[in-house]
Structure formats: C-alpha cells, structure tokens
C-alpha cells in the first residue's frame, strides 16, 4: 500500500554539525509534506513543510528538499544544538482536499555537545 | 502561543472498560482531529471531526472508538471497551482551516491497558 517510510532509523551527531534526515514517500498524489519534531512526552510539533510545486523551502537553520522524481524528502538541520535531540517524522497529506495526515516512522536525532 | 490540552496525561485502565480521553482544542479552532501513537511505531490517523459531525475516519476508528464535542470548548474520545492493543499515546490536534496548514498537536494522553 501507500506509505510514508524514513531510511534511517537513529542518526548521532556532534553539536555544531549539520544534520541530514530523510524520507521516502511512495503516494505521488501528495502535495504536501510536513516535518515534524517530537520531543519525549510531547506531541509532534511543526517545523517546516512544503508544496510540491517547489523543490525547496528555508527556515530558521532548517531546509526541506523535494526530489519528486524519487519521491524524496529531507530535513536537513544547520549548527545542530544538542536541544534539536528528538524523533523527527515526516509527514503527508494523501489525498488533496481532505485535511488527514500519513506520518513515517520517525528518526530519533541524537546530538552529543 | 495558544495550546491543545489533553486531559488526563496517563490513563491506566482495564481491558473490557470504558475510557474517554479529552481534549481541549485551541479556541477560535474548527476542524479536531484524534491520532494515535503505539509504542515505537508511526503516528496514525484515527479521526478528523467539524461541525459537530466526523468528516473522516481510518479503518483503525471501528465501532469501539466515538468522538463528541459536548460543549464549546472540550472534544473527546471514547473507547466503549478497551482490549490490550488499545494501549498507545492518543493525540488530538486542532485547526483553523480545512487544511494541514495550521495543525497544533496537544501533548497526547498515554493510555494503557492491562
């Protein structure tokens, strides 16, 4: 069936580095995508989504990319702070025009100071 | 910045009894929404709730599990008889538009059943 699948299921490293964190989604009604950051004990918060009508999108030191060729998604985290420590999931609306989300498994980010 | 409160944050209850997990969604928020969490595993769709009435349901929201907003300002989940694999973090979450923009997660409630 459809799903929303993330490679990596733990990724550690050091304060100050930048991040990587990615996923595979195989739905390509989608048209949007969402990150999110969970931190233990609370519920998914958002960081950063995108349309797919665009290949990339900034934030505050956070980038998401879109390769809808390969239906590839990623965060990528700048100067990473041990405080970005958290399961990370991407998410996406299947189908346009309802309001329902399909989460991946999540990648728990570890940074060590 | 405005919160989804969930009430209480840890439920332990016994396999065949009723729970109802609750929610306060953000005040000027239209659309609710229940997801669930089981350990380790992704966070699911249950339910998405607006104008007192369900606008969609997951295969997971069978004939066990009900929603309603009893007064202006709680939604709620209910589970009539709970079973073992019930046991997971219930998430509600609220908007303002018809869309995924603009979603606000509560903290979840842990509900467990032994």
């Known amino acids: 069936g459809e799903s929303v699948g993330l490679h990596l299921p733990t990724l550690s490293v050091q304060e100050g580095d930048n991040s990587i964190i990615n996923c595979a989604y195989s739905n390509s009604a989608s048209d949007y995508f969402i990150w999110y950051k969970q931190e233990s004990g609370k519920g998914p918060q958002f960081i950063i989504d995108?349309?797919?009508?665009?290949d990339k999108r900034q934030g505050q030191r956070v980038t998401v990319l879109l390769n809808k060729t390969v239906k590839h998604l990623s965060l990528q985290i700048a100067a990473t702070q041990p405080g970005d420590s958290a399961v990370y999931f991407c998410a996406e609306n299947p189908s346009s025009g309802y309001s329902t989300l399909t989460f991946g498994k999540g990648t728990m980010l570890l940074v060590s100071p | 910045e405005p919160e989804v409160t969930q009430t209480p944050s840890h439920q332990v209850t016994q396999m065949g009894q009723e729970v109802i997990l609750r929610c306060v969604p953000i005040?000027?928020?239209?659309?609710f929404y229940w997801y669930r969490q089981i350990l380790g595993q992704k966070v699911e769709f249950l339910v998405s709730f607006y104008n007192n009435e369900i606008s969609e349901k997951s295969e997971i929201f069978d004939d066990q599990f009900s929603v309603e907003r009893p007064d202006g300002s709680n939604f709620t989940l209910k589970i009539r008889s709970t079973k073992l694999e019930d046991s997971a973090m219930y998430f509600c979450?609220?908007?303002?538009?018809?869309?995924?923009?603009?979603?606000?997660f509560g903290s979840g409630t842990r509900l467990t059943v032994v």
């Open positions: 979450a609220s908007s303002d538009r018809d869309t995924t923009y603009g979603y606000t």
């Open positions: 995108i349309r797919s009508n665009m």
């Open positions: 005040s000027n928020h239209l659309y």
